[in-house]
């Protein structure tokens, strides 16, 4: 997920762990612990703005056994953990989120060159949905990797913000016949009315999680994942998808977006 210019850190974690409980408890998990796993563009600097910090408001910032990961905790709060991670976009417009490694990656490389990149950093490639990047010729090319992609090497990305009445990509179907796993997000776009939507749409992962090195052991137990993980949240509704859907096309065309 993102956390864009239009919400400060403090409310992001607030909307973050507000989420997560309702999550959890909508889950029966009681304790629980939440995960953002950050995938930044280029010019943003959240995470490490963030790990630069003892507090960020309320909220007591502590690193970890690794560079990757932070642990965030505020009293009457659920506790976060923060893992980094990058965006880059791909020479043929497809998107790649890779979760656990800082970066800075080359951008507009090819699919399978990005993908390795991000293996070879130590990270988790995933490519994620977003609205009309897997039709037409990039849907053709995403199909072809797919059919060819050693399950446990890359997963796709589901997003909170796609229209619940639509179905579900051709792509899902794919990569669930070839055991790719599928990872649903919540990443918020950047506008008012998705600031709040940090930690509302994930995957549920049973267990515990080591707190010294936990980008680590969330890595391994996805690597060897092979079943689509329970997911919590919900999509959107038509109302609000059409209303992101203007609103991000309108900021396309504002002088310094």
Known sequence: MHCHRNLGPVAFLDHAARNFCAGATACGLRPAVGVLLFSEMPEAGVFAGI???????DWAIRPTGEAVSLIAERPGALPLVLVA??????REGLEILILGAPGPFAESVDLATGVAMGQAAGG??????????????????????????????????D???RFAGAGAPAQFALARRRCIPILPGSDPLPLPG???????????????????RPAAALKARLLAMRDQPRGFGRLQPLWRFLANQV?????????GS
């Open 124 to 157: 988790l490639a995933v490519l994620p949905w977003g609205f009309g990047k897997w039709w037409g010729r990039r849907g053709r090319i995403l199909d072809r990797f797919l059919a060819t992609a050693t399950p446990g090497t890359v997963f796709l990305g």
């Open 247 to 255: 609103g991000m096309q309108w900021r396309k065309r504002m002088p």
């Open 51 to 57: 790990g630069a910090c003892e507090r960020v408001g």
């Open 159 to 161: 997003n909170g913000g």
């Open 194 to 212: 998705d600031a709040h939507r940090a930690g509302s749409y994930g995957f549920v992962l049973d267990g515990p999680l080591d707190s010294t």
């Open 85 to 90: 991670g990058r965006q880059i976009v791909t």
